[in-house]
């Protein structure tokens, strides 16, 4: 069974950074798209950022040249480079996994990040 755990979030203050990981377990990672959504306080789910195996990337347009994704096979970790953060990144980022060939998707339970000073 596929598993995702999410780890890195925390508090920090507006224009400060944070590293967010996904951990994968029970699949090989390198057969998923990768992403990361958010959802803040009263808003609804949006996609933050995705990776394909071959390692292309797409971003949501507020997160662009501040935000970075990436992804290790080898440790079949997912993470997301936050920097230049804003009080309105607060969210809750939640990693996700799609296979490739039956198209399921997979859920992390998230990481709070709180951007405030």
């Known amino acids: 069974q596929v598993q995702l755990v999410e780890s890195g979030g925390g508090l920090v203050q507006p224009g400060g950074s944070l590293r967010l990981s996904c951990a994968a377990s029970?699949?090989?990672?390198?057969?998923?798209?990768m992403g990361w959504y958010r959802q803040g306080p009263e808003k609804q789910r949006e996609l933050v950022a995705t990776?394909?195996?071959?390692?292309?990337?797409n971003y949501t347009e507020s997160v662009k040249g501040r935000f970075a994704i990436s992804r290790l096979n080898a440790k079949n970790t997912v993470y997301l480079q936050m920097n230049s953060l804003k009080p309105e990144d607060t969210a809750v980022y939640l990693c996700?996994?799609?296979?490739?060939?039956?198209?399921?998707?997979?859920w992390g339970k998230g990481t709070l990040v709180t951007v405030s000073s």
């Open positions: 990776i394909t195996s071959a390692g292309s990337t």
């Open positions: 029970g699949t090989i990672l390198s057969l998923y798209v």
């Open positions: 996700y996994a799609k296979n490739i060939f039956t198209r399921m998707d997979y």
